[in-house]
C-alpha cells in the first residue's frame, strides 16, 4: 500500500483537473452532466477528510447526552425515539447545542458553500 498520494488527494486532484482543463471546453447538457460529476468528487472529497471525526463527535455527544452506548446509527434511533415520545425536547440541556453541531458539521460535508452555512462560521464571501 502507497502512502502518497492519499484517495483524498487524487480525488481532489481528478476534480480539479476536469474543472479546469475539461469544463471550459464542453458545452450544454454535457457540461451540466460534467459539473455534476465534479461536485460528486468534492462531495466524497469533504466525506473522505470530514465525515469521521464529525461522526465520531456526534456520537460521543450523544452518548453524554442519552447516557448509553452504542454505535452512531443506534445512538440517533434512541434520540429520535425519546424526541418523539416527548422524554427529550429543546429544553433538555445539550440537545439544542448537539442538534445545531450535528447540523454545522453535515453542511461542511454536504453544503459548505451553502450561504447560511457560510454566514454562521464567518466565512461568508
Do not use: C
Amino acid at each position: 500500500m502507497q502512502d502518497e498520494p492519499t484517495p483524498n488527494e487524487l480525488i481532489k486532484a481528478v476534480a480539479d483537473f476536469l474543472r479546469s482543463e475539461i469544463a471550459p471546453a464542453i458545452k450544454g447538457h454535457n457540461s451540466f452532466k460534467l459539473r455534476v460529476g465534479i461536485n460528486a468528487l468534492d462531495l466524497v472529497t469533504r466525506q473522505l477528510s470530514l465525515a469521521q471525526a464529525a461522526d465520531a463527535a456526534e456520537a460521543a455527544r450523544l452518548k453524554q447526552l442519552l447516557k448509553i452506548d452504542g454505535s452512531l446509527f443506534d445512538l440517533n434511533r434512541v434520540l429520535s425515539e425519546k424526541i418523539a415520545s416527548g422524554d427529550v425536547d429543546l429544553q433538555t440541556p445539550g440537545l439544542a447545542d448537539h442538534l445545531w453541531q450535528t447540523t454545522m458539521d453535515k453542511l461542511a460535508v454536504d453544503q459548505p458553500n451553502y450561504a447560511s452555512y457560510k454566514r454562521e462560521i464567518g466565512q461568508q464571501s
